[in-house]
Every structure is written in structure tokens, then in C-alpha cells.
């Protein structure tokens, strides 16, 4: 379980010339100053901010398909994602997801969209700060970001459910030489019935992961949350200020079980 909260932190010249193109200009600054091009890992954090909500994309807005007629095989106690499993967040200082389109949900099997369930509850969301400084403490990657999810959708009455959970940039500063990139991972082994066959919970972990190249360094990590239908959400791995709670790392063990992450 401790490879699986830990930040994972990796420095690779090669691979951040593989992953990333640069200017000469940038390879030559690099070369005189490396240390402003590299990333200090003792500076990197993320921070919930006490911002309210704002649901900027709204819901997911394809079309929706006929109403489904009970026992055409849904499964109220198995639960799957039946939208994204990875979708790119940021890629090279630029937000490129659309929340309209890019977002996972934990429904029962069955269910071919999510409004085909009712009594879902208002989007709700958390917004977060990433920072990380360069070697002499200069700011380098400034971003905000907040993780969405619409909670408690229920077939017949029954279970409580998951939907348009996404992560929306809101603000992205990079450094000039600097190369930032996320993506969001909701693994198929981490949707699961966390309740019980008679009121299931859906339980959901979703993966976030960065990147930051230079021509010096490459650095990356990655930030767990956990999420459940009745509303429950907790952040569980990467570089928080806050403390876990004890009742989404019980979960996470519940769900993920021996799962590797790295």
C-alpha cells in the first residue's frame, strides 16, 4: 500500500529529450544554467484551496438513448466505467480536456448512459493548487485545477452511483524552458461495489498524473483520489498538506487491494 500513496518522482535527461521538443535557444540556456531548469522535488506540493464550486463545463452533453425497460439485463450490484478509462488533462503548457466529453462514471452493468439513473445530486467539485520551484526557489509550474463528480444516481430506487468525474485545469503558468503535461487514469480494477448487494456504493480511484520536462531533468508523479456514490471524496496519495482520512485509505485497500500503481 505504500507504493501506492507514495509520490513517484524519477529523473531522466533521456527521456525528457525523447518526450519533449526544444528550442536551441532553450538547449542553450540549460546548458549555461542547468539548476534553473531543474526542478527542486522538495518544492513540489498540491493544495486544496477553499474556493466555492464553480461547474464551468456542465454536464456531459451527448445524446442520450431510449429509456432502458427493466430486465434487460442491468446489474444493479456490478459496476463498471462505462465512459474513459485515461484521457490527457494538459499537454505541453496547454489545457486540452473537455468536460463535456473527457470523464469516467461507476454505473451498473447494463446501463448505457447515465441518465438513465435518477436522483443524481448537484455537481460538486474541489479545486487545487500544484506548485513546483526550479533549484534557486523561482517559481517554475503554477497550476489550478479542480477534480468534478456528480454523486448519488440510483436505478429503480436502488444503489447510489458515480458520474462526469473529470479534472478541469483552470490555470496554467509554466516557465519558459518548461514542459508540463497531466492526465487523469481510472483503472477498471478500481470501480467496485463498495456497499452491498442490497444498497450498492459505487467506489471509484481516480489517477492523476504529471509531468514536467526540461532539457535538463524529467520529473513526474502521480495523486490518488477516492471516490464514492453516496458522496464521499478524499485525496489519498501524492504530496498533500492535508492528512489522509483513515476512512478513504480503508476504503482504497478494500477496492484496490494488491493492485500496483507504478
Known amino acids: 500500500m505504500q507504493a501506492i500513496l507514495a509520490l513517484v518522482l524519477m529523473t531522466c535527461p533521456a527521456a525528457a529529450q525523447q518526450s519533449a521538443k526544444f528550442s536551441p535557444k532553450e538547449l542553450q540556456a540549460a546548458a549555461a544554467d542547468p539548476l534553473a531548469y531543474t526542478i527542486d522535488p522538495a518544492s513540489v506540493k498540491f493544495e486544496k484551496l477553499e474556493y466555492p ?17 427493466p430486465g434487460t439485463g442491468i446489474d444493479p450490484d456490478q459496476i463498471i466505467n462505462i465512459y474513459k478509462q485515461i484521457w490527457q488533462i494538459i499537454l505541453d503548457n496547454q489545457p486540452v480536456v473537455d468536460v463535456k466529453t473527457s470523464y469516467a462514471a461507476a454505473v451498473p452493468k447494463g446501463v ?5 439513473l435518477a436522483g443524481w445530486k448537484p455537481p460538486a467539485g474541489t479545486v487545487y493548487s500544484f506548485e513546483a520551484n526550479n533549484m534557486y526557489g523561482k517559481p517554475a509550474i503554477r497550476v489550478r ?14 444503489g447510489k452511483y458515480l458520474t462526469n468525474v473529470t479534472v478541469e485545469p483552470l490555470m496554467v ?3 519558459w524552458g518548461y514542459k508540463f503535461s497531466m ?6 480494477e478500481s470501480i467496485a461495489n463498495v456497499g452491498s448487494t442490497e444498497d450498492p456504493i459505487a467506489g ?3 489517477n492523476l498524473h504529471w509531468s514536467i520536462h526540461t532539457a535538463v531533468k524529467h520529473v513526474e508523479g502521480k495523486s490518488l483520489y477516492y471516490l464514492q456514490g453516496d ?11 492535508r492528512p489522509y482520512q483513515e476512512e478513504a485509505k480503508r476504503a482504497t485497500e478494500k477496492l484496490l487491494g494488491p493492485l500496483s500503481w507504478n
Open 183 to 188: 492526465d487523469a487514469q481510472v483503472p477498471p
Open 231 to 241: 458522496g464521499l471524496f478524499q485525496e489519498i496519495g501524492g504530496p498533500f498538506k
Open 173 to 175: 503558468v509554466v516557465g
Open 112 to 116: 448505457d448512459h447515465w441518465t438513465q
Open 204 to 206: 471509484m480511484v481516480c
Open 53 to 69: 464550486f464553480q461547474p464551468r463545463g456542465g454536464q456531459a452533453d451527448e445524446p442520450a438513448p431510449p429509456p432502458v425497460d
Open 145 to 158: 485545477y479542480q477534480v468534478m463528480r456528480t454523486a448519488g444516481g440510483n436505478y429503480n430506487g436502488k
